[in-house]
């Protein structure tokens, strides 16, 4: 029921973009921006009223749940930016469906981490056990390097990271198995103690409820030279309107970089430099 709710309210938000026409539309001063519940929205909803006061450009923020409505919606031009995805998704979704937008500025990142409801370190993988993963295959790179950094498996050297899937793995002690869900039920899995460890992205673990430091059997180390940074979208072309570059430069100034460390002062969400 809770996965049926999930669908529903997905595209009835889809459904609301579409009826509310192009972006093009919008008087000059509003600026709509999807994004993901938690920490996106929070963000953006503490960026709002730095805009209307610094820019008079009242912030439009539609919340959505399913990674792959975010570009299509983008490119359609039903929003004129979004913030919830990292660069080897961003990149992954152009070369495949070929859409006009742009990766404008990176703003956060958010450690990627493994939760299990069966185990409580990872001296207590059996052998065949089975490691649930998002479906994403822009996931896979960066879940299977953590497990290669912790000694779990161990990827082929020769292949880059960022690109490399389950047949890169040369040494897989245990015989795990991955098995994919869709990232939106990831947090569903855990909860139903499916698995024994569920790779779980930053901001379903946050939405959830999740602290990364202390519910995770293995965290990933973040800094903010990891390729995984959390970035702005906008339609190519739209790179220097008034109104993106003004959302550009608040989500980047020192007054958000604070919130974000005051609010997830945990070490769920980090600034990018």
């Known amino acids: 029921m809770k996965k049926l709710l999930i669908t529903i309210t997905t595209l009835l938000l889809v459904f609301g973009l579409a009826a509310c026409g192009s972006s093009e539309t919008t008087d000059d001063k509003t600026l709509k921006v999807s994004a993901t519940l938690d920490p996106h ?19 439009e923020i539609t919340v959505l749940d399913d990674y792959f409505v975010f570009n299509q919606a983008l490119d359609d031009g ?17 070369a495949e469906k070929g859409y006009e937008i742009s990766n404008i500025a990176g703003i956060h990142i958010e450690p990627f981490g493994f939760y299990s409801q069966n185990i409580t ?9 089975e490691i649930i993963i998002s479906n994403s295959i822009s996931d896979h790179g960066r879940i299977l390097s953590i497990l290669d950094k912790a000694g779990v498996i161990t990827l082929d050297p020769d292949v ?15 015989n795990l198995v991955f098995l994919e869900v869709k990232p939106e039920i990831l947090v569903a899995t855990y909860e139903n103690a499916e698995g024994a460890m569920v790779a779980i992205n930053g901001n379903y673990a946050i939405q959830a409820g999740l602290n990364p430091l202390t519910d995770s059997v293995l965290l990933e180390q973040a800094d903010s030279t990891n390729p995984y940074v959390n970035i702005v979208a906008c339609k190519k072309g739209n790179e220097n309107d008034e109104k993106i570059v003004a959302l550009v430069e608040v989500l980047k100034s020192d007054e958000v970089k604070q919130f974000i460390l005051d609010t997830y002062a945990d070490g769920s969400v980090i600034p990018a430099e």
Do not use: M
Not at 160 to 172: C, H, P, Q
């Open 41 to 59: 929205s929070k963000i953006l909803e503490f960026v709002k009223p730095i805009l209307k006061e610094k820019y008079d450009i009242d912030l």
């Open 78 to 94: 039903e929003v004129d930016a979004n913030y919830f995805q990292h660069e080897p998704f961003f990149d992954a979704e152009v």
């Open 121 to 129: 370190s990872l001296d207590e993988l059996e052998d065949g056990d």
């Open 160 to 174: 880059d990271v960022l690109s490399a899937t389950t047949e890169n793995i040369i040494d897989n002690p245990k």
